[in-house]
């Protein structure tokens, strides 16, 4: 017992910090600046087509949130007031970050149930993820203080200055969850985000909040020693076909891009929290984005490209699936060797 309990001590004591991680970061990527969620743009919440008031949140509507809102308390998919911001996108970085709300409160209210950053590299595709939650079981009444989040990596403990408005942040350590607990949360960041650093979904896709690198480097596990031992044996690659459709604008990931979006995107699955508006042709096909197509020039374009991918996605090593490698040295697409 005595063992068993100076393991976990020496564990323990061998984890990063928020601080050393987000400096790693820092060096690697880019600082991360304070910001405030309230600056960022609303993500419209409707039903049929129409926006819904703040309160009480829909239990379906048109586009819902993609990500998962199970948390104790969650009002679900469709809670009006989250916010996204891009905090950086220049030819070196790009940094994103989403304020989520999963309860419902009313107008202007500034308190927040998730917050997600994601710093991603455009010289090598090193990526680094942050999470803060509210303390479950959320409530109306309590949350994060969004107006002015503090950095979660900086190269330096120096706290942020108040905000224009006055506001003083909270330790960084105090509002973002430590390493350890976002490398090891489930489902993995790089389940849903294998086919690149930002997801794309007619959600997120009102806004004109969303970095794109559809086909640069990307290396989501590089920095941090919680992301590279938890994530071990996740290996996120990309898969095609020679002359696919789909895959001309961006890459296809082999989780959950396969086993979830591309039938989601595809009219082919429903999206949790979506309504009968959702499910219709042509917003039941969201893949490719602005679908103008009608169902028969849709399926003319896409249906035997998805049909191969579909394939691939079961066997990556089958006839005429490639597989592409994400890393600097694997930008070109290769054939999967059969075993």
């Not at 990526?127 to 109306?140: I, N, R």
């Not at 200055?161 to 909270?170: D, F, H, I, K, M």
């Not at 031992?229 to 082999?254: E, Y």
Request: hydrophobic share 35%; with cysteine.
């Amino acid at each position: 017992m005595r063992a068993l309990l100076l393991l976990a001590l020496c564990a323990s004591a061998q984890a990063e910090t928020l601080f050393e991680y987000g400096r790693q970061c820092a060096a690697q990527v880019s600082e991360i600046p304070a910001f405030n969620c309230m600056a960022g743009e609303e993500i419209p919440i409707t039903v049929d087509g129409k926006p819904v008031p703040p309160q009480p949140a829909p239990a379906r509507c048109d586009r819902p949130s993609l990500l998962p809102q199970h948390d104790a308390g969650s009002q679900g998919q469709c809670v009006p007031g989250s916010r996204a911001l891009v905090l950086r996108d220049d030819k070196t970085a790009q940094i994103s970050a989403i304020c989520r709300k999963q309860v419902a409160r009313p107008a202007g209210s500034w308190l927040f149930d998730e917050i997600n950053v994601i710093s991603h590299s455009l010289k090598d595709g090193k990526t680094c993820w942050f999470t803060a939650k509210a303390q479950a079981p959320l409530s109306a009444a309590s949350g994060i203080d969004g107006r002015w989040v503090p950095s979660p990596s900086t190269l330096t403990r120096k706290p942020p200055p108040p905000s224009p408005e006055g506001v003083r942040a909270l330790p960084a350590d105090k509002v973002w969850q430590t390493p350890h607990q976002v490398a090891w949360s489930q489902p993995a960041c790089i389940n849903c985000h294998d086919s690149g650093p930002f997801m794309y979904s007619p959600y997120i896709a009102q806004t004109r909040q969303l970095p794109g690198d559809p086909f640069g480097d990307y290396q989501p596990k590089a920095i941090g020693a919680d992301f590279k031992k938890a994530w071990a044996k996740l290996h996120a690659f990309g898969i095609t076909t020679r002359g696919n459709t789909c895959t001309a604008c961006h890459r296809m990931g082999n989780m959950n891009s396969c086993q979830v979006a591309m039938n989601q995107s595809t009219g082919r699955a429903p999206q949790e929290g979506g309504d009968e508006w959702s499910k219709r042709f042509p917003q039941s096909h969201w893949m490719s984005p602005g679908n103008l197509h009608s169902k028969a020039q849709w399926d003319e374009q896409f249906s035997e490209s998805l049909k191969k991918l579909a394939a691939c996605c079961e066997n990556p090593q089958g006839a005429g699936c490639q597989v592409v490698e994400y890393g600097p040295k694997g930008a070109l697409p290769r054939k999967q060797p059969k075993p």
